[in-house]
């Protein structure tokens, strides 16, 4: 089954404890992309990603970091997470070819308390 | 820079009742456009997508209609479930011939929650 596989679905942890949230796609995809979601702003895009070694910030990339070394990979990584970072995250994937295709994870709800 | 804005919820509704929830959007040239569902506890869903002007996206029974000329892309169903709360997103991807910087970058509008009473 063609998906994108977040982990964990659910984290609390303590202001400046450093994390990593891991997507991984099955597709082949090219282009990797994280958004968070908080009530009333929909979703924003931290980072994206259009192939292994390419990244690139986003509207809200502050205090986050990616990595792309494999094309199936998109980790999130917090290094010093902070409560408003409070969110849930999603991965999402699409081929760079045939633009509309994309595909979302499930979803990570992180509590930074 | 490309923007999305839908009316504002929550929506609450009894079975059957029609149901509008209106998306504008600001964008250059022509962007493509979409609705994604989000259920609760689960991630985002393609509900329907319309890419050029006057196109009708549809899918289990919501339709939307692509409006060039009032830059809006209004979801309808005539008569909902209960099966149909949900957290309803609008979204467009931009021109690939506007130019700019939003190359792949899927923009929400702020997502609407629909609650159907039975």
């Known amino acids: 089954e063609a998906q994108v596989t977040q982990n964990p679905r659910y984290l609390i942890t303590v202001t400046g404890k450093k994390l990593t949230v891991t997507c991984s796609q099955n597709?082949?995809?090219?282009?990797m992309s994280w958004y968070r979601q908080d009530p009333g702003l929909g979703l924003r895009q931290i980072y994206y990603?259009?192939?292994?070694?390419?990244?690139d910030k986003g509207d809200v990339p502050e205090g986050y970091k990616v990595s792309r070394k494999e094309k199936r990979n998109f980790p999130l990584i917090l290094e010093s997470p902070s409560p408003n970072q409070t969110s849930l995250y999603f991965c999402?994937?699409?081929?760079?070819?045939?633009?509309?295709?994309?595909?979302f994870g499930s979803g990570t709800r992180l509590t930074v308390v | 820079g490309n923007s999305v804005t839908q009316m504002e919820g929550p929506v609450t509704l009894s079975e059957e009742a029609f149901l509008t929830i209106n998306c504008t959007y600001t964008?250059?040239?022509?962007?493509?456009l979409f609705w994604y569902v989000q259920y609760p506890g689960e991630g985002l869903q393609l509900l329907l997508k319309?890419?050029?002007?006057?196109d009708k996206g549809s899918n289990k029974g919501f339709e939307a209609t692509y409006r060039k000329e009032t830059t809006s892309f209004h979801l309808e169903k005539g008569s909902v479930q209960v099966s149909d709360s949900a957290v309803y997103f609008c979204?467009?991807?931009?021109?690939?011939?506007?130019?700019?910087?939003?190359?792949?970058?899927?923009?929400f509008g702020q997502g609407t929650i629909l609650t159907v009473h039975p």
């Open positions: 999402a994937s699409r081929a760079l070819t045939g633009v509309y295709g994309y595909t």
């Open positions: 597709m082949n995809h090219e282009y």
């Open positions: 990603s259009m192939n292994v070694e390419v990244t």
């Open positions: 964008a250059t040239g022509y962007p493509s």
């Open positions: 319309a890419t050029k002007a006057d």
């Open positions: 979204a467009l991807y931009p021109d690939s011939n506007a130019g700019g910087t939003s190359y792949g970058k899927l923009t």
